[in-house]
């Protein structure tokens, strides 16, 4: 049997986003360095700062004058993780592509472990943070929750897809369009073209400065987001497939409901002018079906929009390095 190819583009890109972390990227650009400089491989690490509005700017800026391999890309103002990452992204010049969090919980000794299973032939490599030092009931809990949820639904079951410490082949994530909350959902969209994925067990330390960045009205985005994925994983090539089924379901159902009501006036001479109830809620139904249409519409659009015209969805205030 014919072995898995090996990586030949031994550069590699670490791409941080950075919202308010004044306190932790130096430490974090230090730890990553010493990992680094260990593989002896080419590398960069590229921090997006996200419209931090502490000293964060301040402190990348003696990063990147002390070390050339950093570089930071400062967005004019706070689009957003998914934006963050786009843009580090599209700045990165590796054939491989890490991404962690900027707050000293992802470990970057874990660095190596996701190179290597790359090179055994996948394309994207998943952090699993196993003993996870978070808060149960407000942070673990409800992750476990999504995880098997985003895994029913979009049929790529992962333990943990919201540890930002992925390893990812420059060609796989490149194709794939970001904007709203889709930066959780990466190997299920990449999935959908057919990548390879797999995932590894990674540290995952409690934080020790600054704030969490974590709201409870994320995880309704999120939610959202999921169904969009599930939309664009099922009937993207396809829509008349959902949108067929759901009007010929409604219209048997009206004809149902018509018929009955037919009858009812011609063999019983009820009058139909007399059944308020029927025309409320057959209101609430095209009311329902036309939202629900019209959301799903707009997202088509949406997509149509960034894929064609390659609308960035963040713009850029300076580049440093």
């Given amino acids: 049997m014919q072995s898995e190819p090996k990586i030949t583009n031994t550069e590699v890109s670490i791409v941080i986003p950075i919202y308010n972390e004044q306190e932790n990227v130096e430490a974090l650009a230090l730890s990553i360095e010493k990992v680094m400089e260990s593989l002896e491989r080419p590398w960069e690490l590229i921090f997006v700062d996200d419209g931090s509005t502490d000293g964060t700017i301040g402190k990348l800026r003696e990063i990147c004058q ?3 391999t ?4 400062r967005l004019r103002r706070n689009f957003g993780q998914t934006g963050a990452m786009s843009a580090g992204f599209d700045y990165a010049k590796g054939g491989i592509i890490i991404t962690m969090d900027g707050d000293l919980q992802n470990d970057p000794e874990d660095i190596p472990a996701l190179l290597k299973l790359l090179e055994e032939g996948y394309d994207i490599v998943n952090g699993w943070r196993k003993d996870r030092q978070d808060p149960w009931s407000t942070k673990v809990l409800p992750s476990r929750a999504a995880n098997w949820l985003i895994g029913r639904m979009t049929g790529v079951r992962l333990h943990d897809y919201g540890c930002s410490l992925k390893a990812y082949r420059s060609e796989t994530i490149k194709e794939i369009p970001l904007y709203g909350e889709l930066h959780r959902f990466i190997p299920a969209l990449a999935a959908i073209h057919g990548s390879r994925i797999t995932e590894a067990i990674v540290q995952h330390h409690p934080r020790r400065q600054g704030k969490s960045k974590y709201t409870l009205t994320k995880a309704f985005r999120v939610l959202m987001d999921l169904f969009i994925v599930i939309f664009l994983k099922s009937f993207a090539q396809k829509p008349f497939h959902v949108f067929g089924w759901m009007g010929l379901i409604f219209l048997l159902i009206g004809v149902g409901v018509d018929g009955y009501l037919a009858l009812e006036k011609i063999f019983l001479g009820v009058e139909l002018s007399k059944r308020p109830m029927l025309l409320f809620g057959t209101l609430l139904i095209l009311a329902g079906l036309q939202l629900f249409s019209m959301g799903i519409l ?11 015209q390659g609308k960035p969805i963040y713009t850029i205030r300076e580049v440093i390095n």
Avoid at 70 to 73: D, E, F, P, S
Wanted: aromatic share 6%.
């Fill in 298 to 308: 707009a997202e088509i659009q949406v997509r149509t929009y960034h894929e064609s």
């Fill in 66 to 68: 002390r070390q050339k």
């Fill in 70 to 73: 950093v570089r930071a890309i």
